[in-house]
């Protein structure tokens, strides 16, 4: 079975921190993708990673930056974090050359989420 | 205009119910669609997929897909409290996901 696992479930920062949120999967997927998810307007990619050090911007990746230095560990930071960054965070990971037949190529596999909470 | 749209609910249905789910799309380059469930302070899980128009049946569950009307749906047939979650549709043409808003679904017992 596939596995993603997020290095916490709940946190709780102060504005202007820098945080780390940490993401790993164990099926050797190429592709890693961080997305935040909020009430009315469901998932949003913040950034996705096709190989090691390799990384490209989603639709909101302001305020957010990310490093992949290994292919199974995924990080997303924020620089400075803000209210609005009040969210849960869900990494997912997926192998575009497999499962095709059985699961598709798109199909994406998900953490547990971290929630967020910046004060 | 979102590239996927899809009616948050809350919806509440009995136990034993039909449960009928509805997003709409505007990206035609969208081939993969796919269904997927999410429970309480969990992340979501693979449903259903499917890239072509028609049916596909899984157990209890159908996925629909009419690319001509840009129109994917899910049915859950005989609902049960179990099915309770946040049902979320998700497109694709390329590695790339794009998701609905989710819809709320209860079932009562």
């Known amino acids: 079975d596939v596995k993603v696992t997020q290095s916490s479930r709940y946190l709780v920062k102060r504005t202007g921190e820098k945080v780390f949120l940490e993401c790993v999967q164990d099926?050797?997927?190429?592709?890693m993708f961080w997305y935040r998810q909020d009430p009315g307007l469901g998932l949003r990619l913040i950034y996705f990673?096709?190989?090691?050090?390799?990384?490209e911007k989603g639709d909101i990746p302001e305020g957010y930056s990310v490093s992949r230095e290994k292919k199974e560990r995924f990080s997303l930071i924020l620089e400075s974090a803000s209210t609005n960054q009040t969210s849960m965070y869900l990494c997912?990971?997926?192998?575009?050359?497999?499962?095709?037949?059985?699961?598709?190529?798109?199909?994406?596999?998900f953490g547990p989420g971290t929630r967020l909470l910046v004060l | 205009q979102k590239e996927v749209e899809q009616d948050p609910g809350p919806l509440s249905v009995p136990e034993g119910a039909i449960v009928s789910l509805n997003c709409t799309y505007s990206?035609?380059?969208?081939?993969?669609f796919m269904w997927y469930r999410q429970y309480s302070r969990k992340g979501p899980e693979l449903l259903m997929y499917?890239?072509?128009?028609g049916n596909k049946e899984d157990g209890r569950f159908t996925a629909q897909v009419d690319k001509s009307s840009k129109y994917i749906s899910l049915f859950i047939r005989d609902s049960q409290p179990s099915d309770s979650a946040t049902y979320l549709c998700?497109?694709?043409?390329?590695?790339?996901?794009?998701f609905g808003a989710g819809t709320t679904v209860t079932v009562r017992a």
């Open positions: 990206n035609s380059a969208f081939q993969y």
């Open positions: 997912a990971s997926n192998h575009p050359r497999g499962d095709i037949i059985i699961k598709g190529p798109e199909t994406q596999y």
């Open positions: 099926m050797d997927h190429e592709n």
């Open positions: 990673s096709y190989d090691v050090k390799m990384k």
């Open positions: 499917t890239y072509s128009s």
């Open positions: 998700a497109m694709s043409g390329d590695y790339k996901l794009s």
